[in-house]
Protein backbone atom coordinates (compact mmCIF):
# COMPACT_ATOMS: atom_id res chain seq x y z
CA UNK A 1 0.00 0.00 0.00
CA UNK A 2 2.79 2.67 1.15
CA UNK A 3 3.60 3.85 -2.36
CA UNK A 4 4.50 7.55 -1.71
CA UNK A 5 7.93 9.03 -1.09
CA UNK A 6 6.82 12.65 -0.02
CA UNK A 7 9.23 15.99 0.55
CA UNK A 8 7.81 18.51 3.10
CA UNK A 9 9.18 22.07 2.91
CA UNK A 10 9.76 24.00 5.75
CA UNK A 11 10.69 23.64 9.56
CA UNK A 12 8.19 25.07 11.70
CA UNK A 13 5.32 24.14 14.03
CA UNK A 14 2.87 23.82 10.93
CA UNK A 15 5.46 21.25 9.40
CA UNK A 16 5.63 19.46 12.96
CA UNK A 17 1.74 18.75 12.54
CA UNK A 18 2.08 18.25 8.63
CA UNK A 19 4.75 15.31 9.37
CA UNK A 20 2.81 14.34 12.34
CA UNK A 21 -0.26 13.48 10.19
CA UNK A 22 1.37 13.02 6.98
CA UNK A 23 3.27 9.69 9.26
CA UNK A 24 -0.02 8.62 9.33
CA UNK A 25 -0.69 7.79 6.01
CA UNK A 26 -1.26 4.32 4.64
CA UNK A 27 0.16 5.31 1.64
CA UNK A 28 3.53 7.06 2.81
CA UNK A 29 6.79 5.18 2.33
CA UNK A 30 9.66 7.72 3.22
CA UNK A 31 8.81 11.04 4.53
CA UNK A 32 11.96 13.89 3.98
CA UNK A 33 11.45 17.30 5.24
CA UNK A 34 13.77 19.87 4.87
CA UNK A 35 14.88 21.47 7.15
CA UNK A 36 12.56 20.04 9.64
CA UNK A 37 13.11 20.41 13.30
CA UNK A 38 13.78 18.14 16.08
CA UNK A 39 10.17 17.28 16.39
CA UNK A 40 9.85 16.44 12.55
CA UNK A 41 12.90 14.25 12.96
CA UNK A 42 10.48 11.25 14.58
CA UNK A 43 8.00 11.41 11.76
CA UNK A 44 10.49 11.71 8.95
CA UNK A 45 14.09 12.00 7.75
CA UNK A 46 15.25 15.70 8.10
CA UNK A 47 17.63 16.94 5.34
CA UNK A 48 19.50 20.05 4.69
CA UNK A 49 18.65 21.27 1.26
CA UNK A 50 18.61 25.06 0.30
CA UNK A 51 15.18 25.28 -1.42
CA UNK A 52 15.96 28.82 -2.71
CA UNK A 53 18.22 26.82 -5.39
CA UNK A 54 15.04 24.87 -7.40
CA UNK A 55 17.41 23.22 -9.37
CA UNK A 56 18.58 21.53 -6.28
CA UNK A 57 15.45 20.53 -4.97
CA UNK A 58 14.42 19.18 -8.59
CA UNK A 59 17.99 16.86 -8.26
CA UNK A 60 16.76 15.38 -4.54
CA UNK A 61 13.54 14.47 -5.84
CA UNK A 62 14.87 12.51 -8.97
CA UNK A 63 17.79 10.96 -6.47
CA UNK A 64 15.19 9.75 -4.14
CA UNK A 65 12.55 9.35 -6.60
CA UNK A 66 10.02 11.72 -4.55
CA UNK A 67 6.22 11.63 -5.65
CA UNK A 68 5.17 14.59 -4.15
CA UNK A 69 6.24 17.72 -2.77
CA UNK A 70 4.31 19.55 0.13
CA UNK A 71 5.08 23.15 0.76
CA UNK A 72 4.30 24.29 3.97
CA UNK A 73 5.52 28.13 3.86
CA UNK A 74 4.16 31.03 1.65
CA UNK A 75 7.20 31.98 0.01
CA UNK A 76 8.65 29.53 -1.82
CA UNK A 77 5.14 29.19 -3.04
CA UNK A 78 5.02 32.72 -3.99
CA UNK A 79 8.33 32.66 -5.92
CA UNK A 80 7.35 30.19 -7.96
CA UNK A 81 8.61 26.62 -6.45
CA UNK A 82 5.51 24.55 -7.41
CA UNK A 83 6.26 26.07 -11.14
CA UNK A 84 9.42 25.00 -11.47
CA UNK A 85 8.91 21.62 -9.94
CA UNK A 86 6.00 20.80 -12.01
CA UNK A 87 8.14 22.15 -15.15
CA UNK A 88 10.28 19.17 -14.65
CA UNK A 89 7.45 16.58 -13.91
CA UNK A 90 7.03 16.25 -10.23
CA UNK A 91 3.66 16.96 -8.17
CA UNK A 92 3.11 19.55 -6.07
CA UNK A 93 1.24 20.12 -3.19
CA UNK A 94 0.49 23.73 -3.34
CA UNK A 95 -0.18 26.94 -6.10
CA UNK A 96 1.51 27.72 -8.73
CA UNK A 97 3.29 31.50 -8.31
CA UNK A 98 0.26 33.09 -10.07
CA UNK A 99 -2.50 31.41 -8.31
CA UNK A 100 -0.07 32.11 -5.34
CA UNK A 101 -0.81 35.60 -5.96
CA UNK A 102 -3.55 35.80 -3.67
CA UNK A 103 -1.30 35.68 -0.97
CA UNK A 104 1.83 37.25 -2.65
CA UNK A 105 0.13 40.56 -3.97
CA UNK A 106 -2.72 42.25 -2.31
CA UNK A 107 -3.30 44.91 -4.80
CA UNK A 108 -4.04 41.24 -6.78
CA UNK A 109 -5.94 39.60 -4.18
CA UNK A 110 -8.11 43.33 -3.97
CA UNK A 111 -8.89 43.88 -7.20
CA UNK A 112 -9.66 39.73 -8.02
CA UNK A 113 -11.98 40.75 -5.50
CA UNK A 114 -14.03 43.20 -6.71
CA UNK A 115 -14.01 41.66 -9.98
CA UNK A 116 -15.83 39.04 -8.97
CA UNK A 117 -18.03 40.43 -6.66
CA UNK A 118 -16.31 38.94 -3.35
CA UNK A 119 -17.00 40.46 -0.23
CA UNK A 120 -13.77 42.00 1.46
CA UNK A 121 -13.67 45.78 2.61
CA UNK A 122 -13.96 48.80 0.26
CA UNK A 123 -10.08 49.54 -0.81
CA UNK A 124 -7.97 52.10 -3.15
CA UNK A 125 -4.80 51.28 -4.35
CA UNK A 126 -1.51 53.63 -4.46
CA UNK A 127 1.79 52.88 -6.30
CA UNK A 128 5.00 53.98 -3.83
CA UNK A 129 5.94 56.79 -6.18
CA UNK A 130 2.57 58.14 -5.62
CA UNK A 131 3.05 58.60 -1.72
CA UNK A 132 1.69 62.23 -1.68
CA UNK A 133 -1.85 60.97 -3.49
CA UNK A 134 -1.77 58.20 -0.76
CA UNK A 135 -1.21 61.00 2.14
CA UNK A 136 -4.19 63.28 0.14
CA UNK A 137 -6.82 60.25 0.44
CA UNK A 138 -6.09 59.95 3.53
CA UNK A 139 -6.25 63.37 5.07
CA UNK A 140 -9.93 63.50 3.35
CA UNK A 141 -11.18 60.56 4.80
CA UNK A 142 -13.75 60.60 7.27
CA UNK A 143 -13.83 56.98 8.64
CA UNK A 144 -12.06 55.19 10.85
CA UNK A 145 -9.96 53.78 11.57
CA UNK A 146 -8.50 53.22 8.39
CA UNK A 147 -6.16 49.78 6.88
CA UNK A 148 -2.65 49.81 5.40
CA UNK A 149 -1.59 46.97 4.01
CA UNK A 150 1.92 46.95 2.12
CA UNK A 151 1.41 44.59 -1.11
CA UNK A 152 3.99 42.03 -1.07
CA UNK A 153 4.86 39.27 1.38
CA UNK A 154 6.01 41.03 4.89
CA UNK A 155 6.34 38.14 7.11
CA UNK A 156 3.14 39.76 9.24
CA UNK A 157 4.76 43.10 9.58
CA UNK A 158 3.17 44.80 6.68
CA UNK A 159 -0.64 45.62 8.02
CA UNK A 160 -0.98 48.79 10.10
CA UNK A 161 -4.57 49.75 11.29
CA UNK A 162 -4.55 53.43 12.09
CA UNK A 163 -7.03 55.74 14.00
CA UNK A 164 -6.26 59.23 12.50
CA UNK A 165 -4.88 60.57 9.20
CA UNK A 166 -1.82 61.56 11.71
CA UNK A 167 -0.73 58.00 12.68
CA UNK A 168 -1.47 56.82 8.92
CA UNK A 169 1.13 59.46 7.92
CA UNK A 170 3.56 58.20 10.28
CA UNK A 171 3.01 54.78 9.09
CA UNK A 172 3.16 55.65 5.42
CA UNK A 173 7.06 56.88 6.20
CA UNK A 174 8.16 53.85 7.75
CA UNK A 175 7.08 51.71 4.35
CA UNK A 176 9.20 53.99 2.56
CA UNK A 177 12.03 53.90 5.34
CA UNK A 178 12.15 50.36 6.54
CA UNK A 179 14.79 48.34 4.93
CA UNK A 180 12.18 45.22 4.62
CA UNK A 181 9.06 47.09 4.16
CA UNK A 182 10.78 48.91 1.60
CA UNK A 183 10.09 46.34 -1.07
CA UNK A 184 7.54 44.75 0.00
CA UNK A 185 5.26 48.21 -0.36
CA UNK A 186 5.67 49.05 -4.04
CA UNK A 187 2.48 49.12 -3.93
CA UNK A 188 -0.09 49.85 -1.20
CA UNK A 189 -3.50 49.15 -0.58
CA UNK A 190 -5.78 51.37 2.20
CA UNK A 191 -8.81 49.83 2.95
CA UNK A 192 -12.08 50.28 5.32
CA UNK A 193 -11.88 48.69 8.58
CA UNK A 194 -14.05 45.98 9.03
CA UNK A 195 -15.92 45.59 12.27
CA UNK A 196 -16.42 41.66 13.48
CA UNK A 197 -14.95 38.90 14.78
CA UNK A 198 -12.00 37.24 12.92
CA UNK A 199 -11.83 33.52 11.80
CA UNK A 200 -9.71 30.95 9.73
CA UNK A 201 -11.34 28.86 7.33
CA UNK A 202 -9.03 25.89 5.50
CA UNK A 203 -9.83 25.03 2.19
CA UNK A 204 -8.48 22.35 0.01
CA UNK A 205 -8.47 23.15 -3.28
CA UNK A 206 -7.53 20.93 -6.50
CA UNK A 207 -8.24 23.79 -9.58
CA UNK A 208 -12.03 22.79 -10.00
CA UNK A 209 -13.28 22.01 -6.69
CA UNK A 210 -13.08 23.18 -3.20
CA UNK A 211 -13.67 21.26 0.14
CA UNK A 212 -13.93 22.56 3.42
CA UNK A 213 -11.15 21.04 5.68
CA UNK A 214 -11.76 23.14 8.87
CA UNK A 215 -11.67 26.33 11.19
CA UNK A 216 -10.41 28.37 13.79
CA UNK A 217 -9.55 31.30 15.35
CA UNK A 218 -6.18 33.08 16.04
CA UNK A 219 -4.27 34.47 18.85
CA UNK A 220 -3.06 37.60 16.30
CA UNK A 221 -1.11 40.06 19.31
CA UNK A 222 1.49 39.04 21.77
CA UNK A 223 -0.17 40.21 24.63
CA UNK A 224 -3.37 38.66 27.20
CA UNK A 225 -6.65 40.54 25.67
CA UNK A 226 -5.18 41.11 21.95
CA UNK A 227 -3.03 43.53 23.08
CA UNK A 228 0.58 44.62 21.83
CA UNK A 229 2.42 43.69 18.73
CA UNK A 230 1.27 41.77 16.29
CA UNK A 231 2.99 38.23 16.29
CA UNK A 232 2.70 35.22 13.57
CA UNK A 233 0.16 33.87 16.24
CA UNK A 234 0.35 32.90 19.98
CA UNK A 235 -2.18 30.58 19.94
CA UNK A 236 -5.15 29.14 18.29
CA UNK A 237 -8.50 27.17 18.75
CA UNK A 238 -10.60 24.86 16.81
CA UNK A 239 -13.77 24.33 16.16
CA UNK A 240 -14.63 28.48 15.45
CA UNK A 241 -17.71 28.47 17.11
CA UNK A 242 -18.98 31.89 15.16
CA UNK A 243 -18.50 30.09 12.15
CA UNK A 244 -21.66 27.62 12.12
CA UNK A 245 -23.56 25.50 9.65
CA UNK A 246 -25.74 28.50 8.20
CA UNK A 247 -22.29 30.71 8.44
CA UNK A 248 -20.19 27.80 6.30
CA UNK A 249 -22.57 27.94 3.69
CA UNK A 250 -22.67 31.60 3.16
CA UNK A 251 -18.76 31.45 3.28
CA UNK A 252 -18.85 28.18 0.37
CA UNK A 253 -21.43 30.29 -1.86
CA UNK A 254 -20.14 33.98 -1.76
CA UNK A 255 -16.38 33.23 -1.24
CA UNK A 256 -15.18 29.82 -1.90
CA UNK A 257 -17.26 29.02 -5.39
CA UNK A 258 -16.29 32.84 -6.55
CA UNK A 259 -12.87 32.41 -6.08
CA UNK A 260 -12.05 29.59 -7.31
CA UNK A 261 -14.02 29.91 -10.88
CA UNK A 262 -12.65 33.23 -10.64
CA UNK A 263 -8.86 31.76 -10.32
CA UNK A 264 -9.66 29.60 -13.47
CA UNK A 265 -11.69 32.28 -15.73
CA UNK A 266 -8.10 34.53 -14.86
CA UNK A 267 -6.10 30.85 -16.33
CA UNK A 268 -4.69 30.81 -12.24
CA UNK A 269 -6.59 27.81 -11.29
CA UNK A 270 -6.30 27.09 -7.65
CA UNK A 271 -4.86 24.01 -5.86
CA UNK A 272 -3.69 23.32 -2.50
CA UNK A 273 -4.76 24.93 0.72
CA UNK A 274 -6.26 27.93 0.33
CA UNK A 275 -6.77 29.74 3.86
CA UNK A 276 -9.33 32.22 4.15
CA UNK A 277 -8.41 34.76 6.64
CA UNK A 278 -12.54 36.46 7.50
CA UNK A 279 -14.08 38.63 9.29
CA UNK A 280 -17.74 37.50 10.05
CA UNK A 281 -19.66 40.76 9.98
CA UNK A 282 -23.19 41.63 10.97
CA UNK A 283 -23.85 41.48 7.15
CA UNK A 284 -21.89 38.25 6.78
CA UNK A 285 -18.77 36.89 6.15
CA UNK A 286 -15.77 39.12 4.23
CA UNK A 287 -12.34 38.57 3.24
CA UNK A 288 -9.56 39.87 4.97
CA UNK A 289 -7.04 38.52 3.71
CA UNK A 290 -6.64 35.08 1.45
CA UNK A 291 -3.22 33.14 2.42
CA UNK A 292 -1.69 30.36 0.36
CA UNK A 293 -1.12 27.78 3.10
CA UNK A 294 -2.28 25.99 5.98
CA UNK A 295 -1.99 28.78 8.73
CA UNK A 296 0.60 28.71 12.05
CA UNK A 297 -0.27 27.39 14.46
CA UNK A 298 -3.49 27.02 13.12
CA UNK A 299 -2.94 24.08 11.18
CA UNK A 300 -2.18 22.18 14.84
CA UNK A 301 -5.67 22.47 15.62
CA UNK A 302 -6.67 22.00 12.40
CA UNK A 303 -5.31 18.45 11.67
CA UNK A 304 -5.88 16.42 14.99
CA UNK A 305 -9.28 16.88 14.13
CA UNK A 306 -9.11 15.92 10.43
CA UNK A 307 -10.35 11.88 9.97
CA UNK A 308 -8.97 11.38 6.73
CA UNK A 309 -5.44 10.48 5.33
CA UNK A 310 -3.99 13.37 4.75
CA UNK A 311 -1.58 12.23 2.03
CA UNK A 312 -4.98 10.62 0.17
CA UNK A 313 -6.27 13.92 -0.29
CA UNK A 314 -3.30 15.83 -1.47
CA UNK A 315 -2.85 12.80 -3.80
CA UNK A 316 -6.48 13.31 -4.41
CA UNK A 317 -5.75 17.12 -5.23
CA UNK A 318 -2.73 17.46 -7.46
CA UNK A 319 -4.36 14.21 -9.83
CA UNK A 320 -8.01 16.71 -9.40
CA UNK A 321 -9.89 14.22 -7.70
CA UNK A 322 -10.77 15.84 -4.74
CA UNK A 323 -15.16 15.79 -5.60
CA UNK A 324 -14.46 11.96 -4.69
CA UNK A 325 -13.46 12.84 -1.22
CA UNK A 326 -15.77 13.53 1.45
CA UNK A 327 -13.98 15.29 3.98
CA UNK A 328 -14.00 13.98 8.13
CA UNK A 329 -13.49 15.44 11.48
CA UNK A 330 -14.03 14.62 14.77
CA UNK A 331 -16.41 16.13 17.12
CA UNK A 332 -13.72 17.45 19.97
CA UNK A 333 -12.23 20.99 20.56
CA UNK A 334 -8.71 21.42 19.95
CA UNK A 335 -6.51 24.79 21.85
CA UNK A 336 -2.97 25.34 20.77
CA UNK A 337 -0.97 27.97 22.88
CA UNK A 338 2.32 29.15 21.88
CA UNK A 339 5.01 29.00 23.85
CA UNK A 340 7.61 31.96 22.90
CA UNK A 341 10.93 33.33 23.62
CA UNK A 342 11.20 36.69 25.82
CA UNK A 343 11.25 39.72 23.91
CA UNK A 344 9.63 38.42 21.13
CA UNK A 345 8.16 39.74 18.72
CA UNK A 346 11.40 41.48 19.24
CA UNK A 347 15.16 40.42 19.79
CA UNK A 348 15.03 37.47 22.18
CA UNK A 349 18.30 35.11 23.26
CA UNK A 350 18.28 31.78 21.82
CA UNK A 351 20.21 28.36 23.30
CA UNK A 352 18.01 27.70 26.17
CA UNK A 353 17.82 24.48 27.35
CA UNK A 354 14.14 22.86 27.06
CA UNK A 355 13.03 20.20 29.26
CA UNK A 356 9.95 18.39 30.65
CA UNK A 357 8.13 17.48 27.51
CA UNK A 358 8.59 14.14 28.60
CA UNK A 359 6.37 14.67 31.54
CA UNK A 360 3.30 15.93 29.16
CA UNK A 361 0.31 13.54 28.78
CA UNK A 362 -1.84 12.07 26.46
CA UNK A 363 -4.62 14.97 26.26
CA UNK A 364 -2.10 17.23 25.06
CA UNK A 365 -0.08 17.09 21.30
CA UNK A 366 3.28 19.10 21.27
CA UNK A 367 4.81 20.51 17.94
CA UNK A 368 7.84 21.97 17.83
CA UNK A 369 8.84 24.54 15.71
CA UNK A 370 12.04 27.59 17.13
CA UNK A 371 14.12 24.18 18.44
CA UNK A 372 17.21 23.06 17.84
CA UNK A 373 19.41 19.89 19.29
CA UNK A 374 22.70 21.41 21.02
CA UNK A 375 25.27 18.43 21.87
CA UNK A 376 22.23 16.33 22.31
CA UNK A 377 19.86 18.67 24.40
CA UNK A 378 17.12 19.92 23.56
CA UNK A 379 17.12 24.29 23.42
CA UNK A 380 14.96 27.35 21.74
CA UNK A 381 16.25 28.56 18.43
CA UNK A 382 13.13 30.67 17.53
CA UNK A 383 10.65 33.20 18.87
CA UNK A 384 7.70 30.44 18.65
CA UNK A 385 9.53 27.88 20.48
CA UNK A 386 6.62 25.32 20.54
CA UNK A 387 2.93 24.51 20.81
CA UNK A 388 1.07 23.24 23.15
CA UNK A 389 -2.38 21.23 21.56
CA UNK A 390 -4.82 19.89 24.11
CA UNK A 391 -8.43 18.80 23.05
CA UNK A 392 -11.57 17.79 24.67
CA UNK A 393 -15.28 17.14 24.41
CA UNK A 394 -15.63 20.91 25.44
CA UNK A 395 -13.55 24.07 24.63
CA UNK A 396 -12.82 24.96 27.81
CA UNK A 397 -11.62 20.75 28.26
CA UNK A 398 -9.21 21.39 25.52
CA UNK A 399 -8.24 24.87 26.96
CA UNK A 400 -7.62 23.03 30.57
CA UNK A 401 -5.48 20.53 29.08
CA UNK A 402 -3.62 22.71 27.01
CA UNK A 403 -2.26 24.49 29.52
CA UNK A 404 -2.09 21.68 32.20
CA UNK A 405 0.26 20.57 30.02
CA UNK A 406 2.29 24.26 29.06
CA UNK A 407 3.29 24.00 32.69
CA UNK A 408 4.74 20.79 32.41
CA UNK A 409 7.67 22.40 29.96
CA UNK A 410 9.74 24.58 30.99
CA UNK A 411 13.29 26.77 29.81
CA UNK A 412 14.55 29.89 30.75
CA UNK A 413 11.71 33.01 29.79
CA UNK A 414 9.36 30.88 28.34
CA UNK A 415 6.43 33.43 27.87
CA UNK A 416 3.05 32.24 26.76
CA UNK A 417 -0.54 34.28 26.62
CA UNK A 418 -2.89 33.29 29.23
CA UNK A 419 -6.05 33.65 27.58
CA UNK A 420 -6.17 31.22 24.65
CA UNK A 421 -9.42 29.64 23.75
CA UNK A 422 -11.24 32.45 25.76
CA UNK A 423 -13.28 34.49 23.31
CA UNK A 424 -14.65 31.28 21.95
CA UNK A 425 -15.90 30.54 24.96
CA UNK A 426 -18.12 33.49 24.51
CA UNK A 427 -19.88 32.34 21.89
CA UNK A 428 -20.97 28.54 23.26
N1 LIG B 1 -1.47 32.43 12.08
C1 LIG B 1 -1.45 33.32 11.00
C2 LIG B 1 -0.80 32.87 9.78
O1 LIG B 1 -0.41 31.73 9.67
O2 LIG B 1 -0.67 33.68 8.86
Given at each position: MATHNVLLIGGGGREHALAWKLS?????KTLFIAPGNPGTSQFGKNISLDISDADRVVLFCRNKKVDLVVIGPEKPLVEGLADHLESHGISVFGPRKEAAKLEGSKMFAKKFMKKYEIPTASFKTFSSDKFDEALNYIEKR???PVVLKAD???????VFICESAEEAGQRLKQYRENDMLKEASDRLVIEDFMKGEEASVFVMCDGHSAKILHHAQDH?????????LNTGGMGAYSP????DDHMLDRIEREIIAPTITGMQLEEAPYKGILYLGLMITPKGPKVVEYNCRFGDPECQVILPSLKNDLLDLMVASEEQRLDEKEIQVDELFRCCVVLASEGYPGSYQKGKRISG???????ALIFQAGTALEHGELVTSGGRVMGVVGSGGTLQQAIDHAYDNVDKISFEGAYWRKDIGKKGLLHL
Open positions: QSELLDRWGLAAGKGKRIGDGDTGAPIVIENTDSN
